[in-house]
């Protein structure tokens, strides 16, 4: 099994067989990311990677095992390939970009700051286990327009109050993306500034007024906010 690292000086192949704790540093300077092509594959297994702001890109099939990914930038999922969460963590600050497959199992996904970045783009449908949303810098969460993030266990959204508030943005003004968590999850959401964000699909997010949240509702949100027989009465009166 290979653990290929995209070399400042070309193309590097490193022999990695873990099935067993270690820590393993990408360095700057030496390489430039972690990445599995095609036809290839690589198991974390509850091996401890910090990629040091670098990014992760997989062609192939990657599994996160039981391990930790951390500090990664860029997560690029391409179409052929698969990332499989299984029990891991991985925690990025980045873009994510899923063109292929991602199973997550019993993950947990999570953005976060740093690398420089003040946005974070996410690009596919996502069918997330645990994931979580955090800054203390006001970050902006982009949401590529019209797709949909599911959440099956639980759904973190964590800004800073009074002023350094989460931002979660769709990627086309005015266009909705879709926020679906499953009945039986669990949501923790405080200091968030939300616009064109549809959850539908999924529990009602954040039941009540905005400011117990510390957070504003920036518009064209549905089942955000509210109270739950705000909800009822309202169906009720179109059935009729």
Known sequence: MYLSLNSRQGRALLPFTIYFALTFQCIPGFCAGI??????SFDVGNATIDVNCLDLETAGQFALGGGLVNGVSLVSIESTGELNGETGSLRFAGDWWNAGTFNALQSSINMQDGCGTSESLMLGDNNFYNFSASTSTGKTFSIEAGSIQAFAKELSLQ?????QRLKIRSSANGQSVHFNL?????QQINAVDVKDNDATAGQLLAPGAPAAYASVDAGNNQNWFGLVS??????SFESN
């Not at 990445?35 to 290839?40: H, K």
């Not at 800004?159 to 002023?163: D, K």
């Open 35 to 40: 990445s599995v092509g095609d036809g290839a």
């Open 159 to 163: 800004g800073a109050e009074p002023n």
């Open 182 to 186: 499953a009945v039986q999850g669990i």
């Open 230 to 235: 705000d909800l009822l009465f309202k169906d």
